[in-house]
């Protein structure tokens, strides 16, 4: 269900913005006259109010101080002549010399005929001192003042004054009302006049707004609106003209372009049609090229596995020739040995201390010997399973810690001349099933990849390589080196073939795209790097395995 908006006409909304802006100008200006008026007509009554206090204590003052009653009383006969004043006290301050309210009482009084007497208003003095105050109602207004001895300057007593303030309230009421008549009266007017405005101002636009929907319903794109006489409403005509021109313009052009898009249509298919069977044949030279390009990618990686594998039995000769030939030697100085003792035994030469000698020898030289064909034999199983899991692609259940000493002892002859540490970090327990050979690759590619660039300039190395179980069924390589890092711009496509720092240095660039390949299908797992430059570099790997267990 669409919601309807809600629309304004021009109309009302002049009127609401006139009327608006009309109230609130009456309004802000009738409140600050009542209220201006209100008070100028309190400020004259409290300046009447202590003018008349004041010239009261000024008439008592004499009397009061020779403590003459009935001459306070006559002295307060000018009152009679001020309507307004209804009740005065006058309050003597007693003999004891104290100015509290406390030691103060009324000495005499003047009541207006007809008034009532009002008591005694001590308390009150201080707060009405030359601040006359109106009473809850309004209907009179109290003021006091101190009587002060003319020569001395004492304090003789207080006068108290009540005037009647019916006039106020009175004043009050005609100004509100005078000011609301005023206020209602221009709000009128100003009604009457943003209707006549309002009228003048939307029967422009009433015509503009026809001639559109006439424009509209004919399609008559030649028709132009004619001006006003409001400024905004003729820039608007005008707009309105110049945008009819240009349909007009862009009507006529359409035409000549549908008339082009006949006569184009009719080469349009064959064009297409020629155009397809080029892009067909083209799509096909570039599947080709592709399935060509991964051909050769696998051949690439292929031959940087076999190349792995001519290192590493360059390696294996290079390992078992030293123990072999100890024991050539060994073996050799035993047959010289042995043909002197033959010659002295046919001789009849042959001493017993010889014999013990050659005996002595023997042992010596078989032990070379045997320690050697068995270190040589030890090389041989170590490279024959590297090289099985190199080639091969089947999961087998093997310790983790024996592998990785296995691919390293497969690179001692390329590390040996460097002073490079490699740390294996490992529970030797730990027994898992997967498949040896990617994590054989793998490791290698990573330490010779450490070795040729993230040691490049570096005389001595770490690396780190520890392994863990982080359930029950994954396991968590962590491959870090202390290195150069790797630059930012290579990191981002460090896992892309043919990316190389070493180009035209015998670098192929398929190393790390090799691991990439080995982690993500054969293992089915996930590799991440972390690297800065100048920081070195991580990679963690996890990928599943099955059987795993330590013990």
């Known amino acids: 269900m669409t919601e309807r908006a809600i629309k304004l006409s021009i109309r009302s909304l002049f009127l609401w913005v006139v009327m608006t802006i009309a109230a609130i100008s009456l309004v802000s200006t009738s409140g600050l006259s009542i209220y201006t008026q209100i008070n100028a007509y309190r400020y004259e009554l409290d300046n009447r109010a202590n003018l008349l206090a004041k010239m009261t204590a000024n008439a008592v003052a004499n009397p009061l101080r020779n403590a003459s009653q009935a001459l306070v009383e006559e002295s307060l006969q000018f009152l009679d002549a001020a309507d307004k004043v209804l009740n005065v006290h006058i309050y003597k301050t007693l003999p004891d010399g104290s100015n509290t309210l406390n030691a103060v009482e009324r000495f005499a009084s003047y009541n207006k005929g007809g008034q009532l007497l009002i008591p005694g208003k001590q308390k009150q003095l201080i707060n009405l001192d030359q601040t006359p105050l109106l009473t809850e109602d309004n209907d009179y207004l109290e003021s006091s003042r101190k009587i002060f001895d003319q020569e001395t300057n ?90 009819l021109s240009r349909i007009q313009e862009y009507m006529h052009r359409q035409r000549q372009a ?40 696998r051949q690439i990686v292929q031959n940087e596995k076999m190349a792995s594998l001519g290192d590493m039995v360059a390696g294996v000769a290079h390992e078992v020739n030293t ?45 070379i010997i045997y320690r050697n064909l068995n270190r040589a034999a030890e090389l041989i199983s170590s490279f024959k399973q590297v090289a099985v899991d190199q080639s091969s692609e089947s999961s087998r259940t093997f310790c983790f810690a024996q592998l990785v000493n296995e691919i390293l002892l497969s690179l001692q002859p390329r590390l040996k ?24 690759q793998i490791i290698i590619n990573l330490i010779m990849n450490s070795v040729i660039h993230g040691f490049e300039n570096i005389e001595k190395g770490q690396i780190d390589i520890c392994a863990e179980l982080i359930t029950t069924n994954k396991l968590k390589i962590v491959y870090r080196d202390n290195g150069i890092g790797i630059p930012s711009d290579i990191r981002k496509r460090i896992f892309d073939p043919f990316v190389t720092t070493k180009r035209g240095q015998g670098g ?21 790097i972390t690297s800065e430059v100048g920081s070195g570099v991580e990679f963690v790997i996890v990928f599943p395995v099955s059987s795993a267990k330590t013990s």
């Not at 108290?160 to 309230?169: C, E, H, N, P, V």
């Not at 029967?203 to 929907?213: D, N, W």
């Open 154 to 243: 004492e304090v003789l007593g207080w006068v108290y004054l009540r005037m009647s303030a019916d006039g106020f309230s009175q004043h009050v009421i005609k100004t509100v009302l005078v000011n609301l008549g005023i206020m209602l009266f221009l709000l009128g007017f100003s009604f009457f006049l943003a209707l006549r405005f309002q009228r003048r101002a939307t029967a422009p636009i009433e015509k503009l707004s026809f001639f559109l929907q006439r424009t509209s319903r004919q399609r008559d794109y030649s028709a132009r609106a004619e001006p006003s006489n409001i400024k905004e409403i003729d820039v608007l005509s005008d707009d309105v003209n110049i945008m």
């Open 258 to 297: 549908e008339e082009q898009h006949r006569k184009l249509n009719a080469s349009l298919e064959e064009m297409v049609s020629q155009r397809t069977n080029a892009l067909k044949d083209a799509n096909q030279e570039l599947i080709q090229t592709l399935e060509k390009l991964h051909e050769f990618q």
């Open 323 to 367: 123990p072999i030939g100890l024991g050539v030697t060994a073996s050799t100085m035993m047959l010289d040995r042995l043909a002197v003792i033959e010659r002295d035994f046919e001789n009849k030469t042959l001493k017993a201390s010889a014999m013990k000698r050659f005996m002595d020898e023997s042992h010596e030289n078989l032990n």
């Open 417 to 440: 001349k460097l002073q490079h540490n490699i740390n294996v970090d490992c529970d030797p327990t730990l027994c898992v099933e997967t498949k040896a050979g990617p994590i054989n």
């Open 508 to 528: 192929s660039g398929l190393g790390m795209h090799l691991v990439y390949n080995l982690v993500t299908q054969a293992l089915n797992g996930s590799i991440s």
